[in-house]
């Protein structure tokens, strides 16, 4: 899956490669949040071992909804954990606790240096967390679910027009969930989060690059009228929803 990348270059789910040997055991998810002074991305390095004894790993970007990205080495020496991640010239570096369930330090990208504290997770499967909305929120992402569930299609003029595509559904509990495709650069499925119908006024976020999107559904329920948000900077948006 392609989709909005770490520190803004765009990221290409790859397979594995491989790793230093180590006798260490840091197998297992390890999970931090990098802030990013734009968007807060939460991160899973998600680390194994092979028959031979060599660590293998792959990342998750959640809230970019980027999956299995190649990490390309693993490697532990003393208490110190490195990891490189080729396809966005990024590395890892993390000093160890003496329970060797947590990892100070730092993600460096480009010319971007940015603290990034990992601690592991139990067990192997990266488990997706229940999006909280206070009651008043959870009413209007349940009304969201009923009229907005569907696919819609707009343009951002931000210096070249960028083709939107929100896709919004209704989970079996009957709540609203949702993705964003930017069509023009790649990038596709970024997750949707908080999305909103009060009072004729919709409102989504979309966290992993830092947006969030509000306007007012018309009277037929087939156009939303509003305003992107993202970095300080504000567009006008408007969306379509598709014919079936």
């Known amino acids: 899956m392609k989709t909005k ?46 028959a031979s004894g060599e660590l293998t790993a792959k990342l998750d970007s959640i ?3 980027a ?23 990024g590395l890892y570096v993390g000093t160890l606790n003496a329970a060797g369930t947590k990892a100070k330090g730092l993600w460096s990208q480009g010319a971007g240096v940015l603290p990034l504290d990992l601690e592991k997770g139990q067990g192997t499967n990266v488990v997706s967390e229940v999006e909280k909305l206070s009651p008043t929120d959870t009413a209007a992402n349940k009304l969201a679910a009923q009229k907005l569930a569907g696919t819609w299609t707009g343009t951002l003029e931000a210096g070249a027009s960028l083709r939107l ?12 969930a949702g993705t964003m495709d930017s069509l023009d650069q790649n ?19 979309v ?24 970095g300080g900077g504000t567009l006008p948006l408007e969306f379509k929803k598709a014919s079936k």
């Open 165 to 176: 595509r929100v896709n919004i559904t209704k989970t079996s509990g009957d709540a609203a």
């Open 67 to 89: 999956r299995d990205i190649a990490v390309n080495s693993v490697a532990v020496s003393n208490t110190t954990l490195r990891m490189e991640v080729n396809l966005v010239k």
């Open 187 to 205: 990038a596709n499925g970024i997750p949707l989060s908080a999305i909103t119908l009060k009072d004729g006024k919709v409102r989504f976020e």
């Open 207 to 230: 966290r992993g690059v830092g947006g969030t999107y509000e306007g007012t559904l018309a009277a037929d329920g087939a156009t939303v009228t509003g305003e992107w948000q993202q």
């Open 5 to 50: 990348s770490l520190l803004a270059i765009l990221l290409t789910s790859a397979n594995v490669v491989f790793s230093a040997t180590t006798t260490n055991d840091v197998t297992g998810n390890w999970q931090g949040t990098l802030d990013t002074g734009v968007a807060k991305l939460r991160l899973v390095f998600k680390i194994s071992k092979a």
């Open 63 to 65: 809230d970019q909804g």
